[in-house]
Each structure stands twice: as structure tokens, then as C-alpha cells.
């Protein structure tokens, strides 16, 4: 069957499409109570809040798709934050023409998402729009983080060292070389971060800052945090984890790994008398494995590339298109 | 200027897109932290969580355009379950070709939706997809109720009053005579209506359920909410406020106004005994002046309309089409 208007009217339509779609994949206590907002236990700690929307093409590909994503994504944001993912809304605007199979797909890899993520989608909404089978996903967020939490873009500081969870640019090269119909063996990186945050923080480690590597790649993130705490950044070129596929890849196309996007690896600053024990949990960690210690804090501004050689160059944020719709 | 592709690169384009049109009219210390979520202050009600996406047609109507709407929508969920509306999300899915300007009129315009509702907007997500100039808007909103609040869509009992809050069906008969061209003289009544909420609620009135009158009308909500409470409804047909402009269009087009949404209005349902004191607290609010006690609730099942000549006819919720694009 495939999506039409009637089926964003609010009407018996509508209703009949969440019944037999979202509840079945999504069900929990809260959302099944199907009121106009999901009221949610107490929390003790502060709500962290935050919201994306995903519109990638295609919808899926190697390693993951739109639904895993707009899951992962958020969930990611939350985690960045020091906060705990426990509550998302799902949206999705629909355009006509598109299978109701395809939506259950995606349907089913969100609803297998929020479960190893650990968060119940409690609320959501359908729109239907004119078009040619697309498919867009808002998820929100609510997360608890704890009253001594301080982890912040603004908090890095001069000394401490900077931690690459993985691979950069993983994501990004699969979503291009799928719209290529090149074979590449690469895999997106898709994943819900969480755990690895949460074993962090278990280590009682002090960490500073962490921030996602998604649109705009490393090179984007390290420049908005050395911008938002006033502080330089310095990468070394031969640290930075980068898959044989995409070093072939970004070769190959003349592209620059370092904007090249993820949607599971993050950036970890803390002090660096603690860098070998965060990398000893991270490396314990299925999405940690080749966590490396890349670079670090200093007085300044600005962020520099010190290469293979030995040379030095200014960082830049991706400047230009980069990859249209690649989460 | 024009939307382009590289406005969602999440490089240096997005950057300025967000730093000079977003964070001017939406500026608040939260928000202005531009972290990867927002952490809130420690809340002692329950959280109520919602989320709407909006893709309304035309994007500018008489009495508002889809910025007024994206606030009201999601203000008007939390105040449906007695939620006080506190923090937003504000996600943009921005199609190319979309003027600049166009888009800080929506911006402007949902930043004093968020005055007059008191809530600020905490963070954001921008997106853009190949198009024809369109805009998607997607809001998360999170409110705070007290402890003790049981306002919910189950809760009506038999022996309760309905009160609808006004006039049926005039941002339905907007949208539907803008994009017909058609001189009505219709207005959205889209309106944020926590204070009307929260009046009640000062009254110490003992509600059961609140409903916002949105997509599929009247017809479709006291349907939803019949089978919710597992109750029936009885509405008197003469007591239904319906404005002369929206009974004309009605009336010449064929529609059934009662399957016609509304952006500004509610149903409220409570015990008889205290409707008279309702209506007071709504007919001094600016957004309640032609409230009306239009209904009670019974055992049973479904909904019915007592005509004005008497007879009796089952009111089914809205099925098929509707209006596309609505909200």
C-alpha cells in the first residue's frame, strides 16, 4: 500500500496507520495511553533537551537507515551533554507514494534502536505532504543529567588532551559512494553512544567536553568547540583513526576525511593526566576499539593540523556544500 | 537570498544561517549556550513531553502563517494535559529555493508566538532538501504539571459537561479559501491557549480532560475521546458555536463543519456541576469569549448529535481526505 493523503488528515486514516504501525513497534505504557502530550515520571537531575531532523538519502544503506539514525542522533546529542537518553518523540512527514513496507522497516530498526539505546519513544505525530515517496524523521530528546554535571563546549582547557572514539568519516563515505553505486565495503558507523559515555562517567573521570563528529566532520567540531571555550586545538594528522576504505576513498575523490561526517564517534576532551584511563574504558568498548589520543588544549585560538611530517597547518570548518542529505 | 544546498552542510553555512536569522529572534541564555542539547533547570512537576511537525499550505493566512502555528500547536498539546508549556525545540526542514527573507518572517513570527505562550525556544535543528522553496517546521515542546493533575483522555466520566471554547472550523475555512483564492473574510483563529488552561486550573475547577480541536475537527477529537474514556457523548447541535463566515462556506461547499479543525480552540470536560463557573473563567479570556456548554457525557458508547429539530444522529469522526495540509 502506499502512503496518501488521507493518511495525514487526523481522521479515521491516520489513526488506523498509528495503530497498526507505530504502536505495534513502539509500544510502551506512556506512549500506549496515546494523549496529547506523554507525561513522564519525575526526574531528579536536569532535563537536557534537544531535537534533529533527519532527512537522508537513501533511506537505508550499509550499516544502518533513517530510522537507526534519527534514534541514534539524538541520542548522541543527549550523551554529549552528559545526560542520560531516556525519552524521545518520533515525527515523521511523509510524502505520498511511499510504501507503507518501507515505513514499517523503518519503524522496526528505530523501535530495535531505542532498545539498545534504552529509551522509549513516548510520543509523535504523522503529516502527509505531496511527493514522490520520501520520508522525513524529527526525534526530540530528554535525557537526565546529574546536578554535578559540568560537561559543556565552553569547558576545555589548556592542557587537556583530546580523544577520538573511532574512525572519522565513515558515515559520510557510505552515503556517497551508495549514491555513486560504487562497491566499497564501507559500513556508516551509525550507533547509539550512551554506553560508552555512561562507562566514562563511571570512571569517575572529569571530563570536559564531548561532542559528537556528525555533518561538517572533525575539522567543523573541533573549530566550533575551540570557538565556543576561547581555547586552540592541536590535531597530530598521523593519530587521527581513518578506515583503509575511506583513506582509498577520500584519495580516490579528492576529498578531505577530516569533513567527512560519522553518527557514532565523538570527540573527548579531559585533562591529560586521565587520557590513559579514559582510553583504557574505551577500548573495552564495542564503539571505543580504536579510540586514539589525537590531540590537545592550549592557550590561543584557532585549530592546527600538525601533519605527518611534521608540518603545520590551520584546521578550516567545511565550507561549501560537503555532502547534501547525509543525515 | 535564496536556500541552498550548502545552508545544511552543518559547515560554516549553516553556522551563519543559525548565528543571523535563528539565534537573533530566539535569543535566550539557553539557547545561546548553542551546546548540543539544553540543559534545563531541575523541575518538580512531572515532565509532559510532546512533539508536531508542521507543513501547512499556504505558509502565510489571515490571523497567522506556519511559525504562529508550530508554537501554538505543541503549547496547546502540553495545555491539553494541564501541562504549563516551558521549553521548545525548533526544527527547520528548509527546501531549496526558500527565500531568506521568507524564512525570518516565520522566524519573527514564532518568536512572539513564544512570548505571548511564555515559553523559549532551547534548541534547534536545520535541514535542507532539494525543493521548490517549501518550509517544514518541526516543534518539541516539554511542560511541567503538578503532582496531583489527572486531566486525561480516559477521564471523563457520565454526568460531565462538555464546553467547547469557540467557534468551530476557522483555520480549516481559512487555509481551504486561501488556497482557493476565495474573498471570506475568515481568519485562523490559531492562538497559544495555556493562560486559558491555566485560568481553569486557578479555579480550583476539578477538570477531566482537555482536547485541542485540531485536525478532523470536532467530530474526530469527541470520537477519540468517547473511546479513550470508553464513554458516550451527546452534543447539542444549536450549542456547537459556529462563526456566520465558516456556516456560509460550509453551507455553499458542501463540508460538514464539525469535521473542520480549528488551531485555537478546546474541548473541556469536567463535572456538570462546576460548568457554570467554567464558563465564566472563559468567557473573560480573550480566547474564550464565545465558550459554550455544548454537551454532556453518558455510559455508553460513541458520539451523537441532537439536532436542533430534535433528532438524533451518530457523529463519526472525520474519514478520507479532509483538508490536506492543514497544519
Known amino acids: 500500500m502506499k502512503i496518501e493523503l488521507r493518511h495525514g488528515s487526523g481522521g479515521e486514516e491516520t489513526g488506523r496507520l498509528i495503530h497498526q504501525l507505530f504502536e505495534k513497534y513502539f509500544t510502551n505504557p506512556i506512549l500506549d495511553r496515546m494523549e496529547d502530550g506523554a507525561v513522564l515520571p519525575v526526574m531528579k537531575g536536569h532535563p537536557v533537551f534537544t531535537s534533529d531532523s533527519f532527512v537522508v538519502e537513501p533511506l ?163 573549530n566550533e568547540l575551540a570557538e565556543a571555550s576561547g581555547r586552540a586545538m592541536e590535531l597530530q594528522e598521523e593519530r587521527i583513526p581513518l578506515s583503509e576504505s575511506v583513506r582509498e576513498l577520500a584519495g580516490i575523490l579528492g576529498l578531505d576525511p577530516l569533513t567527512m561526517g560519522n553518527e557514532g564517534k565523538m570527540m573527548i576532551v579531559l585533562p591529560e593526566k586521565e587520557a590513559d584511563r579514559a582510553l583504557e574504558v574505551l577500548h573495552r568498548h564495542p564503539y571505543g576499539r580504536e579510540a586514539s589520543l589525537a590531540g590537545r588544549i592550549m592557550e590561543g585560538k584557532g585549530v592546527h593540523l600538525i601533519t605527518a611530517y611534521g608540518g603545520k597547518r590551520k584546521l578550516l570548518p567545511l565550507r561549501g556544500e560537503g555532502l547534501p542529505r547525509i543525515c
Request: charged share 20%; net charge negative.
Open 60 to 222: 537505508f544503506f550499509p550499516g544502518g537507515d533513517i530510522g537507526k539514525l534519527s534514534i541514534c542522533g539524538t541520542v548522541n546529542d543527549l550523551a554529549s551533554m552528559g545526560a542520560k537518553p531516556l525519552y524521545l518523540t518520533a515525527s515523521f512527514i511523509l510524502e505520498t507514494g511511499l510504501e507503507t513496507d518501507t515505513l514499517e522497516k523503518v519503524a522496526a530498526s528505530m523501535a530495535a534502536a531505542a532498545r539498545e539505546a534504552g529509551v522509549s519513544i513516548v510520543a509523535g505525530d504523522t503529516k502527509v505532504i505531496e511527493g514522490r515517496g520520501g520520508l522525513y524523521i524529527n526525534t526530540a530528546g530528554l535525557g537526565e543529567r546529574a546536578a554535578d554535571c559540568t560537561i559543556s563546549a565552553s569547558a576545555m582547557e589548556a592542557g587537556d588532551a583530546v580523544i577520538l572514539t573511532g574512525t572519522m568519516g565513515d558515515h559520510h563515505g557510505t552515503i556517497l559512494t551508495e549514491r555513486l553505486h560504487m562497491k566499497s565495503g564501507l559500513r556508516s558507523d551509525c550507533a547509539p553512544l550512551w554506553g560508552l559515555v555512561e562507562s566514562l562517567l563511571a570512571e569517575g573521570l572529569s571530563i570536559h567536553t564531548i561532542r559528537d563528529i556528525t555533518r561538517g566532520g572533525l575539522a567543523t567540531v573541533a
